[in-house]
């Protein structure tokens, strides 16, 4: 499948997600204000939030389709891993906000008087939807190996835990335990920073040319294997997006003229690119003297 096609493919996701966020924070929005639920409130702000941070991934996966140009020679790529960057940056923020209101709430004890059952079960709906949008984003990104829809798909899954924390903390006030609303939002609020610190760590570690030390081990066995390859002498690997670009230095027979060198190099980068179809190999060769 072109890669191309797929980062296509990853704006339908980030699409959808804009979708679900646009009408899911407008019935929460309205619903939490006829009520008088300050939990769906905060969760429909929540969300409309998460629009801009979908918004952010879209661009990024536009940004990736942009061909190389003069300035640009390995493509736009590294758009994805800016678009994750800004969702973790979103996701974070959101959560110290949903912190410091739960904290404050729980020290005053809860709310005075509890919502309407009506927004316990908007917040219960939002979170099977939201559910649902997670999966499909959470399967699209790994068929097509996008990591700002990814980030995404994780962002959808932490709204739907926000949505159930609202509908746990509003059935609370309606029973009486008026602490459980705060209570919680703040094991929300924990679990969206945890999320959050995770993409961020992902998108730094890609930003500052970061690679798997499995995968360089993977290499490495695989190269090995190949015939006339003497030693390797050195491994560089970094991604762009879902594309994997490797550099190596390999030892050959010193005796080899420039033809069989080069037929060395043409089976690395066959056998390195049916293993990992989005992948550029640059092969350097070397004479085992």
Do not use: C
């Not at 190389?68 to 994805?80: F, I, M, V």
């Not at 490797?246 to 390195?272: F, G």
């Amino acid at each position: 499948m072109d890669l191309y096609d797929n980062l296509k493919k990853g704006e339908r996701g980030a699409w959808i997600s804009i979708g679900a966020y646009l009408v899911l924070s407008a019935i929460k929005l309205i619903v939490g204000t006829v009520t008088g639920s300050e939990a769906l409130r905060a969760d429909g702000l929540n969300n409309s939030t998460d629009v801009i941070a979908s918004v952010a991934v879209l661009i990024g996966l536009r940004i990736s389709r942009r061909p190389p140009d003069k300035n640009h020679h390995y493509g736009h790529l590294r758009a994805e891993s800016i678009a994750s960057f800004a969702a973790a940056f979103i996701m974070t923020a959101v959560a110290v906000q949903v912190l410091v209101q739960a904290g404050s709430l729980l020290l005053q004890g809860g709310a005075t008087e509890p919502p309407s059952v009506l927004a316990a079960w908007t917040a219960i709906g939002s979170a099977i939807v939201m559910f649902g949008v997670y999966a499909y984003n959470l399967r699209l990104s790994k068929a097509i190996k996008s990591s700002s829809l990814f980030a995404a798909a994780q962002d959808n899954r932490s709204d739907a835990l926000v949505s159930i924390g609202a509908a746990i903390g509003i059935f609370g006030s309606i029973f009486g335990v008026l602490w459980l609303d705060p209570l919680a939002a703040l094991i929300v609020g924990l679990i969206i920073l945890k999320t959050a610190i995770g993409i961020f760590k992902d998108a730094i570690h890609t930003l500052t040319d970061g690679f798997d030390q499995e995968e360089v081990q993977d290499i490495t066995l695989n190269v090995s294997d190949i015939p006339g390859v003497r030693s390797i002498e050195e491994i560089k690997g970094r991604t762009h997006g879902n594309m994997m670009f490797i550099d190596l230095t390999i030892k050959v027979n010193p005796d080899l003229n420039v033809i069989e060198s080069h037929d060395i190099t043409e089976e690395i980068e066959a056998s390195l690119k049916e293993r990992h179809p989005h992948t550029e190999v640059l092969v350097h060769i070397e004479p085992d003297i």
